[in-house]
C-alpha cells in the first residue's frame, strides 16, 4: 500500500482540527419566547381563575406557594397533585412550557388584590326579608331531608329521605366547597364557594335568603352551635371572617399571622360544640387557633387562643369529647394535640396521607377507634384511641377520599376515588372484622363516591361522579340498590338529622 501524500496528510489533519474547533464553538440559537401567561389562560385559568385568583383550584400566587418548592411545582404541573383534581399536563407541555407556567405563578401581581370590609359589605344581597313561617311548606320529614351539591350545573337539590324523590332544586355560586352546614334545629343551611360567596338558604320555605361574598379565594365555613356565628376560613385574603348567621352581616375579620408578623392561609374550621368554640388550622404556620363563642357581655371578642406546633396541621379530626384534635399534613405525620393542655401530648405514625377530614370513629372491643381513608396509598388505618397506636392497617383497592358509617350499621363505606383504576368501586368493611367484606360496583366504568346514610341508617347514598351522573340508593343491610336518581355530577349528599346530630359515621 501506498503511504499518503505529505500534503494531502497535511491538509486533513487540517480540515479535521477546523471541524472539531468549529464543533466546540458556542451556537448562537435564538429560542421562541415562551407565553407563560397564554399558557396558563388555555391550560390553568378554568379552574384556578384568569386572574390566578382561584376558582375551584386554589390561587396561583407566591405567598399561597411558599410549601411548594419550585422542582416540586415543576413536577405537580407535568404529573398531577395526589389527592386533588389536579392532572397532569405532560402530555400537553414540553418542558420548556412547564417551566415558563411555573416562573408566571412564583411572579407577584402587578397590584395585591383587597377583599375587606368595605367589599364585603357592598357585596351582600338581601333575597328574602319578610319573616317567613316556621313550619315547612312541605310534608317530609324535615330531619331527613339531603342537600346534594350537584357541581355539573352547579345547583342543590333538596331530597326527601324517605320516598328518595326531589323536593326542589335551585342554582348555587359556582364551585361550592367543604360540605354545606346546618342551623341547630336544621331550618337554615349555609353554603361557601371556592370564590368566597357565602349564602344563607332557608329549608322550610325552600327560599334563598341573603348572600355575601367574605374572600377572594375560601376554603370552608362553620356553624357555632348556638347558630348565633359563622366562621369562614380565607386562602384569600389571609384572613377568617365572622358573620352573623341572622343576616349574614360581618361581625369581625382576623388577620391570620404569626408573631413574626408572617401571614398565612387557613386549611379549614371547624365547631368544637361541646367547647363552644371554633378551632382552625393554619396552613403555613404551625399553630392551631380556639375561637370562644360565649361571652356573658355579648358579642364575643373573638381572640384566638394560639397552639403552637413543631409541624403544620393541613387536616383534622375530633375525638368524641372534643378534648383531642387529631392532624396531619401532607407529609403524613399524625399529631395528637390536647385542646385543654394547649399542646401536642403524642404522634400517631400514619402512613401515606390520611385524610382526617374523613375520618370516622366506632366502638370496636369495647374500646373507640378511629378509621381514616388513605389519599396516597390503597389502605384504611384504624387508630385506637385509648393510646394512640395503630390497631390495623386495611387493605384497600387503592387510595381512597371518602369514607362513611352509620351507629346502625355493621358496615363502613369507602371509596377508591384516588385510584389509577377501580374508581368505580366501593368497598364495604366490617367494623368488627376490620376487614373488606364485599365491593360495590354502582355504575360500572364511572368514578363512584362519597357515601352518606339516611336518618335511621337503613339507606346509603353513593354518589357517581360525573357530568351524567346518578345518586345510587342502596338498602345498607343487604346491600342491593333500591332506587337510581340521575343528577349532575352530584359530589356530595348531606342528610340533616346526622349532621346536626354529629353522628360518629359523617364528617362534621
Given amino acids: 500500500m501506498m503511504p499518503w501524500p505529505l500534503n494531502t496528510l497535511l491538509l486533513g489533519l487540517l480540515a479535521a482540527s477546523t471541524f472539531a474547533a468549529a464543533a466546540d464553538a458556542p451556537v448562537a440559537v435564538v429560542e421562541a419566547k415562551i407565553d407563560g401567561n397564554a ?21 396561583l400566587l407566591p405567598g399561597n406557594l411558599e410549601r411548594l418548592r419550585r422542582p416540586e411545582a415543576i413536577k405537580t404541573i407535568a404529573e398531577g397533585r395526589i389527592a386533588t383534581q389536579m392532572p397532569g399536563f405532560s402530555d400537553k407541555l414540553n418542558a420548556a412550557e412547564v417551566k415558563a407556567l411555573t416562573d408566571l405563578i412564583y411572579t407577584p401581581l402587578a397590584s395585591t388584590p383587597v377583599w375587606g370590609l368595605k367589599e364585603m359589605q357592598a357585596s351582600r344581597i338581601a333575597h328574602q326579608t319578610n319573616k317567613l313561617p316556621d313550619t315547612p311548606v312541605f310534608t317530609a320529614d324535615p330531619l331527613n331531608l339531603f342537600i346534594v351539591v350537584e357541581l355539573g350545573d352547579h345547583h342543590a337539590t333538596i331530597l326527601d329521605g324517605d320516598k328518595f324523590e326531589p323536593i326542589t332544586r335551585f342554582a348555587t355560586r359556582y364551585a361550592l366547597h367543604g360540605g354545606p352546614k346546618f342551623s341547630p334545629d336544621g331550618r337554615y343551611v349555609y353554603f361557601a364557594s371556592r370564590d368566597g360567596w357565602v349564602a344563607k338558604y332557608d329549608i322550610w320555605n325552600l327560599t334563598l335568603i341573603s348572600e355575601i361574598r367574605v374572600g377572594i379565594n375560601t376554603r370552608n365555613l362553620a356553624i357555632s352551635s348556638d347558630g348565633r356565628y359563622a366562621m369562614i376560613a380565607n386562602y384569600l385574603p389571609h384572613s377568617m371572617v365572622v358573620l352573623d348567621t ?18 398565612s392561609r387557613v386549611s379549614a374550621v371547624y365547631d368544637a360544640a361541646p367547647r363552644n368554640s371554633f378551632i382552625a388550622a393554619l396552613k403555613d404556620i404551625p399553630e392551631v387557633w380556639e375561637f370562644s363563642y360565649t361571652d356573658k357581655n355579648g358579642t364575643p371578642s373573638f381572640q384566638p387562643r394560639r397552639i403552637q406546633l413543631d409541624d403544620y396541621v393541613d387536616d383534622f379530626f375530633f375525638d368524641g369529647s372534643y378534648t383531642h384534635l387529631i392532624g396531619s399534613s401532607r407529609g403524613g405525620v399524625g399529631q395528637v394535640i390536647d385542646l385543654n393542655a394547649g399542646k401536642r401530648i403524642t404522634t400517631v405514625a400514619l402512613p401515606g396521607m390520611p385524610h382526617l377530614g374523613s375520618g370516622i370513629t366506632w366502638a370496636y372491643q369495647g374500646k373507640p377507634v378511629l378509621a381514616t381513608p388513605n389519599l396516597k396509598e390503597g389502605v384504611v388505618t384504624v387508630v385506637d384511641m385509648t393510646n394512640w397506636q395503630i390497631e ?4 384497600t383497592l387503592g387510595p381512597g377520599f371518602f369514607m362513611r358509617s352509620h351507629e346502625n350499621t355493621p358496615y363502613a363505606w369507602v371509596d377508591v376515588f384516588n385510584g389509577t383504576k377501580d374508581r368505580d368501586v366501593i368497598q364495604i368493611i366490617d367494623k368488627q372484622k376490620l376487614e373488606v367484606i364485599a365491593q360495590l360496583r354502582p355504575s360500572p366504568g364511572k368514578v363512584a363516591a362519597h357515601t352518606e346514610f339516611s336518618r335511621d341508617g337503613k339507606y346509603a347514598l353513593v354518589s357517581i361522579w360525573e357530568n351524567d351522573g346518578e345518586l345510587v340508593i342502596y338498602d345498607a343491610k343487604t346491600l342491593q340498590v333500591v332506587k337510581r336518581l340521575p343528577m349532575k355530577k352530584p359530589s356530595g349528599k348531606y342528610n340533616v338529622f346526622n349532621k346536626i346530630t354529629r353522628s360518629a359515621g359523617t364528617s362534621h
Fill in 39 to 59: 399558557l396558563y389562560q388555555t391550560n390553568c385559568a378554568s379552574c384556578h381563575g384568569a386572574d390566578r385568583l382561584g376558582l375551584n383550584g386554589p390561587a
Fill in 246 to 263: 341572622q343576616d349574614l352581616r360581618p361581625v369581625k375579620i382576623i388577620d391570620v399571622k404569626d408573631d413574626s408578623g408572617k401571614s
Fill in 392 to 395: 390495623k392497617q386495611i387493605p
